[in-house]
């Protein structure tokens, strides 16, 4: 059984991004709800209780279609989420280091080419969805709950959630604020760590 993973901040320390009443809001409301109803179809599927989040979502293209259906949806919001959490500090903002910025000047040409890529990036997507960072620099989106593991890439190490409900409380319709106001809070170290050890479910 999966559970809803405790956030490594309070609610209230991501004030620089969201507001208490968001934070609440998506964590203990939305993530909790596609956490249940991935039990939901655990219990009704026993043999996927012997693999991995991540070994499901993998081989996702070879359920049947009602459980791929709820598999790609509440599984997806289940990791996309959980990641999401863990790319986020109420000490994060700045650069990053090391590897890691290497390679996004060498893919990029410097840091805030990156940013203003990744930022054009998720004002674009349209709809509901993510936008991802993998670990060679490249930016890549998905729709919905879907995840890049589901398409057979590799596993990413940056997720920013664009989906509504996101930022809706505190933003409204302004998703170029909230991404602006995102990256005040990025765990650059976090995000660093995943390039030497893959986040797994």
Not at 8 to 16: G, S
Request: glycine share 6%; with cysteine.
């Amino acid at each position: 059984m999966y559970k809803l993973p405790d956030l490594p901040y309070d609610y209230n320390d991501l004030n620089t991004c969201f507001s208490d009443e968001l934070m609440k809001f998506h964590h203990d409301k939305h993530h909790r709800a596609y956490v249940d109803k991935l039990n939901v179809t655990i219990d009704a599927n026993p043999e996927l209780g012997s693999k991995t989040l991540d070994e499901i979502l993998g081989t996702n293209d070879d359920l049947s279609d009602s459980v791929r259906t709820a598999v790609r949806n509440n599984g997806g919001g289940h990791y996309n989420h959980s990641l999401f959490w863990q790319c986020m500090s109420p000490n994060g903002g700045g650069e990053p280091n090391g590897r890691l910025s290497q390679i996004l000047i060498k893919k990029y040409g410097s840091f805030q080419k990156f940013v203003d890529e990744f930022t054009t990036t998720a004002l674009l997507l349209f709809g509901s969805g993510w936008v991802w960072l993998q670990p060679n620099g490249d930016i890549i989106t998905t729709a919905n709950q879907d995840t890049p593991i589901m398409k057979g890439l590799d596993t990413p190490i940056l997720c920013l959630d664009v989906w509504e409900h996101a930022y809706y409380l505190d933003y409204k319709n302004r998703r170029d604020e909230y991404v602006k106001a995102w990256w005040n809070v990025v765990d650059w170290s976090a995000v660093s760590e995943r390039l030497k050890k893959p986040f797994t479910l």
